[in-house]
């Protein structure tokens, strides 16, 4: 296999959700170093984006289209926990801009930092909507930084809905960067009650190094198996 058909199949597993360095090199029976010089390569040519560690970053719309149905069944479930009249905080992320989508008819406020459930609610007349201000951070569309976690000091929501790239039983939510991790712990404490969204896929996957601890009472939603 030449570097271009490498190149080539290395894209395809990391749009699929194989992210980090090592995994890749043995997968392709290569040393870290090629599949490092491979990613560099992707990434100039606009096709990934890289984080510390060595782990990949899919864009939004790359992971909208992984386990979309698992996601869709998430996000109605989740969905039918919320009650009119609510307050309602809701992370950046694909299962929860699906599960924004689900509650644009409903009498809510709704709290959120993602794009995704902010065009899903943009356009809604029974939405209060209130986006949380700040630098918006790209693949996945978050608005992150200390304004966020400001303004969430301020308000005491019904419910707060966590999407994740991987929950681990010991050491809670892996972000892709230091400022989410701390955002989504922020986040996790803003409500009375926390969910975390998470299709079977997440379940165990460690792909960033940076946590969220999970040190409050929460439920997590997943898809039947």
Known sequence: MNAQERRAKLLGEVRSGTGHIQLLADQFRVSPST?????TTLERDGHVVRTYGGAVERSVREKDASNSAEKEEIALAAAELVEDGEIIVLDAGTTTGRLAAHLAHRRLTVVTNG????????ESTTIELIILG???RHPNEAIIGATVIEQ???IGADRVFLGTDGLS??????????????????????AEHAYVLADRSKLGREPYHYW????RPHTVLTNRP
């Open 35 to 39: 599949i490092r010089r491979d990613l």
């Open 115 to 122: 794009l995704t459930a902010i065009l899903a609610l943009a």
């Open 134 to 136: 700040g630098r918006l």
């Open 152 to 154: 969430l000091r301020h």
């Open 169 to 190: 039983p010991e050491r809670g939510l892996s972000a892709p960067s230091l400022d989410q991790a701390h955002l989504k712990h922020v986040m996790l404490h803003s």
């Open 212 to 215: 969220t601890p999970l040190d």
